[in-house]
């Protein structure tokens, strides 16, 4: 299993440009996560998918930020126009399930990818 | 009050040494926890799951006090390759993980 694959790894643009960030979550997993981590604000929930369908996106900045699950295998990761502030660590994941009550041994887990590393000048 | 606070570290212990720690979560309702480990420019791994009667899997040995709403880990007979930031994490039934900031763990030789 390849695990949860994501592209590009580093992104460097110009303020203003639009960046896709690209993510395949491992096959059969049914939840997909978007996060960004920078040194002040830790790791952010972003938005997240189950069965395709975005189910959470309060943690979306703004409305320069958007996401797409058009299938199982395929998420993307939009932003447009892209600002400094906005220079972070964005991971993607994908779970088969989220918690269940009182947690079920390997179903909680998250996988991550290994990240696209954005920077905007 | 943020939903999962950690220690704020960094913790710098020599080999050998043990390490323990805490992490508190606001929302009594949680049901699943988490500690995630996270290399220096690495995603986050999975290291244990946290379980109501305590778990150990080998050096680490996780903790859930529900009353009290907290959470640790114990680290035995710490590793160099044992360095690294350690998250909580928590999760609601039907709704998303939350991660703690992480405690950075830095053990020396």
């Known amino acids: 299993d390849a695990g949860v694959i994501q592209s590009p790894r580093h992104e460097v643009t110009e303020m203003g440009q639009e960046v896709t960030l690209r993510c395949k979550p491992i096959?059969?997993?049914?939840?997909l996560f978007w996060y960004r981590q920078t040194m002040m604000r830790g790791l952010e929930l972003l938005i997240y998918f189950n069965n395709n369908v975005p189910i959470d996106d309060s943690g979306m900045p703004e409305d320069r930020f958007s996401a797409k699950m058009p299938n199982a295998s395929f998420s993307t990761l939009k932003i447009q126009p892209s600002e400094p502030r906005d220079s972070a660590v964005y991971f993607c994941?994908?779970?088969?399930?989220?918690?269940?009550?009182?947690?079920?041994?390997?179903?909680?887990?998250?996988?991550f990818g290994p990240g696209t590393r954005l920077t905007v000048l | 009050r943020k939903e999962v606070e950690q220690d704020p570290g960094p913790f710098n212990v020599p080999e050998g040494a043990t390490v323990a720690f805490n992490c508190t979560y606001s929302n009594s309702a949680s049901q699943s926890f988490f500690w995630y480990r996270q290399d220096c420019r690495k995603e986050p791994k999975l290291l244990m799951s946290v379980y109501s009667s305590g778990n150990e899997d080998g050096r680490f040995t996780a903790q859930l006090n529900r009353a009290s709403q907290y959470i640790s880990l114990l680290i035995r007979d710490s590793k160099l390759s044992d360095s690294a930031t350690y998250l909580c994490v928590v999760n609601h039934p039907g709704q998303n993980f939350v991660f703690g900031p992480g405690t950075r763990l830095s053990v020396l030789p």
């Open positions: 096959s059969g997993h049914d939840y």
């Open positions: 994941a994908s779970s088969p399930l989220p918690g269940l009550a009182g947690g079920s041994r390997g179903y909680n887990e998250q996988f």
